[in-house]
């Protein structure tokens, strides 16, 4: 057991308050108490509110036997045992550590009860034959009384500095910017068993011990803090902390390779076949909803990857997995559909009809997934060129009924988007077979896909679909859009509004060549009359 005093020293009167501590078998104090040092800190800056001078600050004591009048708070259950003034008197020979703290008379009054120094003794009492000095921002300072031996044993730091000037009883760590820790980490000198002292703190106060443990060349602790940091678990904003201060003592030549293993790998790059076994799990997946959740995953986890430079030399292997699962979605695809196209298939019970319509679903919904990461990719144009050159599964599709065939054309519709978009840029040739094999099929699939598929957005469809069309020459323009304006005259709200694109025909049909006449003519005329006033500006020429 042992004890802090905390003193505050006025003219004719000394009160003493209690400072709790806690005492390991092998004399650690484990700052138990780091309001102490905190609301230090905090009532010298000048920028804080100042609190009532009538409301001294509140010491944290852990009451063991005598109940106090004063109401103050216990520490948690798990550190060791607290001994406070009221517990013992100052004659009592039972061994202690005391440590008396003056507090200066603050500049302003209202503060002045806090302390500005504070002195601790570690081991047996009157035992130290050192003293280190902490110094802190705002002119804090703290005393330790500590055993050479013990410091020169553990501090690399320390021992160098006794080493140069041999026959020092006390040094001085000036601008520590955690004199808590600081005080900690010299504690965990005097410990058999520095990882045990670690359990239940937190990833944040373990990284501050590692690094004043490595300011003091403190390696048996540096090593425990490893030990910890490899056990635990952290992610996020730990995980980037966790790697910048590991990363900073490879150096040091202490085991960091456990740690960074969690993050990192021996091999540079991802291999070809882990991104494929990822891919084909998730497309072969029969459980709807964990297959609609992990696609939105790898979705996301894709592009944020798109977004890193150093990416890129990756990029050609996932390309070739993601066409080699198009093209097998393709295969079953077209498989599906021919087996669904052939006579009597429609007069099969439900039972042996529902297995085929679930998996031709499953395929379009498979290839939706594929093409959108294609396009974030900027990689889908091969795709176009693949989808507007399956001739035999257009064909197929007008013998389907409506209910077993509208999914496939949701990748026509993302096509025509990511081409409305820029996100595509597939030849001309390429967007006039696109037009000429998909646009019917979507047309007469439309009223299905505004309701039966739920990721439809008809707005986004229509722009994607007129702009596509108006990317080709202007006979194709008007040769697409009188046929549309045929079935949209027939269906109404059941065929896709293309009035904008129409809108942009007409004008460049019937507007544009009168307004480049005209055009032609003011040019024309204006450089007729051009010398006239040159002439009248120069009569003399």
């Not at 003034?85 to 039972?94: A, E, I, N, P, V």
């Not at 300011?215 to 910890?228: A, P, R, T």
Request: contains cysteine.
């Amino acid at each position: 057991m042992a004890e802090i005093r905390l003193t505050r020293v006025e003219q004719g009167q000394t009160k003493i308050r209690n400072v709790p501590i806690a005492v390991t078998p092998e004399g650690f104090w484990c700052c138990p108490s780091p309001v102490v040092f905190q609301k230090t800190l905090k009532a010298q800056n000048p920028l804080n509110k100042p609190k009532p001078s009538s409301s001294p600050p509140k010491i944290t004591v852990h009451k063991k036997q005598t109940p106090m009048t004063e109401r103050k708070p216990t520490l948690t259950p798990s550190r060791p045992g607290i001994v406070s003034d009221d517990q013992r008197t100052f004659g009592s020979d039972t061994p202690g550590l005391s440590a008396p703290v003056a507090a200066e008379r603050a500049p302003r009054p209202k503060i002045e009860n806090l302390p500005r120094k504070v002195a601790i003794e570690f081991g047996e009492p009157g035992t130290s034959d050192m003293k280190v000095i902490l110094l802190g921002k705002q002119g804090f300072c703290v005393k330790l009384s500590v055993h050479k031996n013990i410091l020169v044993e553990n501090s690399r730091y320390i021992a160098e500095k006794l080493f140069e000037q041999s026959g020092l009883s006390s040094l001085e760590i000036d601008d520590c910017e955690d004199v808590e820790i600081y005080v900690e980490t010299v504690g965990l000198m005097y410990c058999k068993e520095i990882k045990q002292r670690l359990i239940k703190q937190s990833v944040s106060r373990v990284l501050r011990i590692l690094k004043v443990a490595e300011l003091l060349g403190f390696n048996s602790c540096m090593q425990s803090c490893l030990e910890y940091l490899e056990a635990v678990p952290w992610v996020g904003e730990e995980e980037e902390k966790v790697v910048s201060s590991v990363l900073r003592l490879q150096g040091e030549g202490i085991g960091v390779t456990p740690v960074l293993k969690r993050v990192s790998s021996d091999i540079s790059r991802p291999p070809k076949d882990t991104l494929s076994q990822i891919i084909d799990l998730v497309l072969k997946s029969n459980e709807e909803r964990g297959r609609r959740e992990m696609k939105s995953v790898v979705l996301k986890l894709l592009r944020e990857n798109n977004s890193l430079p150093s990416y890129a030399g990756s990029a050609d292997i996932c390309n070739e997995t993601l066409y080699s699962s198009c093209k097998s979605c393709l295969n079953s695809l077209v498989s599906w559909f021919r087996q669904a196209a052939e006579p009597g298939f429609a007069d099969k019970p439900m039972d042996s009809k529902e297995p085929v319509v679930k998996h031709i679903a499953l395929e379009a919904d498979n290839l939706s997934w594929l093409v959108e990461i294609l396009a974030d990719r900027q990689a889908a144009d091969e795709f176009a060129l693949l989808w507007a050159g399956q001739q035999e599964l257009a064909t197929l599709h007008s013998k389907l009924t409506i209910v077993s065939r509208y999914h496939v054309s949701c990748i026509t519709a993302r096509l025509f988007v990511g081409i409305g978009r820029g996100e595509l840029l597939p030849t001309k040739d390429t967007r006039q077979l696109l037009l000429q094999t998909w646009l019917e099929p979507l047309i007469n699939d439309y009223s299905w896909l505004q309701h039966g598929c739920r990721s439809f957005d008809r707005k986004v469809v229509e722009e994607g679909i007129g702009r596509t069309i108006l990317t080709l020459p202007l006979e194709e323009q008007q040769s697409i859009l009188l046929s549309w304006l045929g079935s949209f005259l027939k269906a109404g709200d059941n065929c896709p509004n293309l009035q904008r694109a129409f809108e942009v025909w007409w004008r460049r049909t019937f507007i544009r060549p009168h307004m480049e006449v005209q055009g032609n003519l003011l040019q024309s005329d204006s450089s007729m009359t051009s010398p006239v006033v040159e002439l009248r500006k120069y009569p003399h020429e």
